[in-house]
Structures are given as C-alpha cells and as structure tokens.
C-alpha cells in the first residue's frame, strides 16, 4: 500500500518573516539553495507521491513558478552549456510527478486548508506536509519511515516528537497508549494546549498520512483555538471511529517558521553541503572561535 497523493498547506501568511514574505511564499524561502518547499515535495516524492496538492493564496505563484519549466531559463543554460546546472533546474519536479494547485478561498485555518483538497485527493488515503517543518530523517525521511508504518498497520499516522512541556501551546499534543517501538495509539489530541493542561510532551510535528473520513469530520468541526478549523479537532473525532496512530520519527527537525530553526537548518545543511560544506565548515569554525 503506497500513499500517491500528498497535501502541500501553503496559504499562510508567514508573518513572522515580514519583510521577506510580503511580496514572496514563506514555503521559497531557501535552505541553502533549495526552497522549504522543494525539501517538502521531495520527501513526498521518495515515500512514493506522485501526485502534489497545494492548498495556496495570493502571492503563492511564486510556487507555481518552481515547479513548472522554465524554458526560457532552460533554453540559455542549455545554449551557454551549463549542463549541470539545467539538471537541477529540470529535477525540481521529478519526472512522473504532476502538481495540482488548489485556492484556499480564506484563510481559516489547517482543518480548513485540508478541506480544499477533497476534490483532488477523494477516496484515496493521502498525506499532508507542512513545509515549515524541515525534518532530517535518519536513514530515511520521515514521510517513509511513517509510509512503512502505514503500510503495516494501513490506518492513520501521525508523526509526533517529545518538546520541553513548556512550550506545548506551540503544537498539537497527544496521548497515546504503547503499542511498538517508537509507536502509540493515540488516545487523545488537543491542540494548542497550556503547559498545565497538557496530556504529555508528545507534540504533532508537520507530517500526517490521513484516512479521507478525515474530510467529513472537518465539515463537522466548529472554529477551536485561535478562532479557526482545526485539523487537530477533526483528528480528535476520527479518535471515537478509527485507529490513529503516533510515531516518534527518527531524525531532527527544524521550526523553520521561526527565525531560529531556519537559520539553524542553514548552517546545518550548508555545512553538510557538497559544493560549500568544508569552507563553510572552516568559516564557522573560526567564527565560534572569536565569539
Ligand atoms: C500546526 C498544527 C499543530 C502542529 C504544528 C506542527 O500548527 O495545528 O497541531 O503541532 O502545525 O508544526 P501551526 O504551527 O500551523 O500553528
């Protein structure tokens, strides 16, 4: 059983990165060389996508962009011989793989965002990624590692990490009971919660293989925290019907919706990079030195 459809939420507004964002996605802001987005769409694509729902709004076609020819571009790399760089301009959207490329007409909320996908994704389970989390698999990417979870179990998967109990208002949190290794059923979601009211430092990170019941129960579900469609309060329902379940992904994963994870993932990627990894690497390491 492999996952073909996967659900790209890029309609928020990326404010915390204002002035960058105003004109331009939050999803193309680089990691190195390659857009957020593009790290995303790859991860999809090696657990087996091959069809890309994004979930957009104004000021999006900037992604639109990426992941079309560019035959313009491609015709003068290719006259001036550049080879290896029109390799890359051409692998963006690897061969097999469509996009499709869905308004969300007002932005309420990631319930509501995964909404807008029904008409693409229909009967068929599917996953979501949220690009603003940058996750670095160990062995594999997280997306496969749960597509092999999925494959066993053939029912939801959530991807879940353990965060300081202080800041579980930043995430979706779960309780689950055991059931594997590094796996749980989950018992309970809440979304958003203090600290104080927390069912556990299990926190929901960016990567979701969802059953399509999960369509109906968002129609269901009234505006939560933060006044709008939660894809965690749908979840919570799916919980009376279906087994969900949660697992500790191997790996490490970067908030590149904030300033410091994403400045964080660009050391770390630079310093792992094939072209300016080792001088990176020497710069940095004479840079810690003075500070
Ligand atoms: C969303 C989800 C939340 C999840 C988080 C992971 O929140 O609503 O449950 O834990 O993504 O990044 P957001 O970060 O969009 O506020």
Redesign the pocket.
Known sequence: MRIRKAVFPVA?LGTRFLPATKASAKEMLPIVDKPLIQYAVMEAVSAGAEELVFITSNNKNSILDHFDRSYELEKTLEEKGKTETLKVVREVLPKGVSCIYIRQPEAL??GHAVACAEVAVGDEDFSVI?A??LIDGRLRPCLAQMQRIYAEYGTSVIAVQRVPQEETH????VEVEPIGPRLGEIRRIV??PKPEDAPSNL????RYILTPRIFKLIEATERG??GEI???DAIARMLEEQTVLAYEFEGTRY?C?SKLGYLQANVEFALKHSECGEDFREWLADRAKEL
């Open positions: 928020g909320g990631l949220l603003d989390d930043k995430y979706g949190i979304e958003k926190a929901v990170v960016g925290a933060g939660q894809l965690t908030d919706g």
